[in-house]
């Protein structure tokens, strides 16, 4: 049975929504729908297709597939699962989909070489991840989930012939990605123009009402919306959604950027990066990543806005919820004390982790503190670590260096904590070897 939210975000009662009209029902779950969306192709279709859902009582297929390409997620691949819940709010089939046949392959989509091909023991244990980590943001009890080896494993080469006829070569070569690469003699491998055949048949099996993804996903979602109208299904509407900025506000999230929040990341460090991102772009994660109703979230920006909260106050909030959903109210609300006393009351974390710094990287008695954040790691060239010191961000015990030309003892630094930024520690033994 559809369900509608009512004015504060929770599922109207059956007697609420029978006192609404079918037009308001659908504005409302249009409303949930399209927020934090970037497009809705087409907006008409999916708005008849919601009213038609609850004229006749039959909920939605909504399809989302994730490739197990990486074990390492972060919060920016909790954004579909977040607009997922919103459809199961509303009462609808949502089906998440474990490419684990076309994870073999690689989406091509925004990628600048042909993807490295994945083992089968490597997508299952990413697979193993991804379902774990999606049961934390949606209803796992009333979802379905399927792997799309059931049915393109099976498929026999006069089968998927029959599916490549739908489509040309023109139009898979419109992919920026595809023509870029082209243009520049790069390699594109045959399996590759194959990605999109498999992901828009995932549609034709499933029968899908709706399909959502990343903007970078938009060429894949409408294939299967083609796919569908030429093998004579209603074609799929195609929500996208925005791709989330790294802690930098800048770059896309990326592990490889060190601009990530893992969900695997412990609830104090997940808690300090997310404390850590700027504050213009502090909304975008409250809608994208949070379980908070839209109306709470502009309540919040409001008081912000209006001078009634503190920006830092918000952010803190942002951090709990998201901590609280990958593990508890109780760890949420410890990570947000832990953080106050070490950045707010400028005390040290309980737990510093020690780094050994042998006795061989000093020269006459003295290590260059450039030299010193090179051994422990926190940069990786002497460029990286003397804008550290430039910037601010190396302090040595508590005292913010302003030299990048400093020489420490071993006397000076042996038992010492060095912090970089606001969140690493590391607390300096020197050693003979």
């Not at 390409?69 to 919103?86: A, F």
């Not at 903007?215 to 894949?220: A, E, G, R, V, Y």
């Not at 979230?297 to 920006?311: K, L, W």
């Amino acid at each position: 049975m559809n369900t509608v939210l009512s004015d504060n975000g929770l599922p109207l009662m059956s007697h609420e929504r029978l006192e609404m009209s079918i037009d308001e029902q659908v504005k409302k779950q249009m409303e949930l729908i399209t927020s934090g969306a970037v497009e809705l192709i087409p907006e008409d279709e999916m708005r008849a297709k919601v009213e038609r859902s609850i004229s006749e009582n039959r909920p939605l297929i909504v399809k989302l597939g994730v490739d197990p390409t990486r074990p390492d997620l972060h919060i920016g691949h909790s954004v579909p699962l977040n607009k997922l819940r919103h459809f199961q709010q509303l009462g609808h089939q949502i089906v998440l989909i474990i490419g684990d046949f076309t994870a073999l392959i690689g989406d091509p989509s925004e990628q600048d070489a042909t993807r490295p091909v994945l083992t089968p023991a490597e997508v299952e244990r990413n697979a193993r991840t991804y379902i774990e980590q999606a049961g934390k943001i949606i209803d796992a009890q009333r979802a379905r989930l399927v792997r799309n080896s059931e049915w393109l494993a099976p498929l026999k080469f006069k089968d998927v012939l029959e599916l490549t006829s739908k489509f040309t070569v023109a139009r898979i070569l419109e992919r920026d990605d595809f023509s870029r690469r082209y243009r520049e003699n790069k390699p594109v491998g045959l399996q590759e123009f194959l990605y999109p055949v498999m992901q828009a048949y995932d549609s034709v099996v499933l029968l899908a009402d709706v399909e959502i993804g990343g903007t970078d996903q938009k060429f894949n979602l409408i294939a299967g919306r083609n796919l569908q109208r030429a093998m004579g299904q209603e074609p799929q509407c195609v929500l996208t959604l925005p791709l989330l900025e790294g802690t930098d506000g800048i770059e896309k999230m990326s592990k490889s950027l060190n601009n990530d929040v893992g969900l695997t990341d412990q609830p104090n460090e997940m808690f300090g990066k997310l404390m850590s991102i700027p504050d213009e772009i502090m909304w975008k994660y409250f809608r994208l990543v949070t379980q908070m109703e839209p109306r709470e979230i502009e309540r919040i920006r409001n008081d912000v806005e209006s001078g009634s909260m503190n920006p830092r106050d918000a952010k803190e909030r942002l951090a709990m919820e998201v901590v609280k959903t990958y593990y508890s109210q109780v760890e949420s609300e410890s990570a947000a004390e832990e953080f106050r006393r070490v950045f707010s009351q400028k005390e040290l974390p309980d737990e510093i982790p020690v780094a050994n710094v042998p006795l061989s990287r000093f020269t006459g008695g003295k290590l260059w503190v450039v030299d010193l954040l090179l051994s422990l790691g926190v940069a990786a060239t002497k460029g990286e670590a003397r804008r550290l010191i430039d910037g601010g961000g190396v302090y040595v015990d508590g005292e913010k260096v302003t030299d990048s030309d400093l020489e420490l003892t071993s006397e000076e630094l042996s038992g010492k904590v060095i912090r970089k930024g606001r969140k690493t520690f590391l607390k300096v033994k020197v050693t003979e070897q």
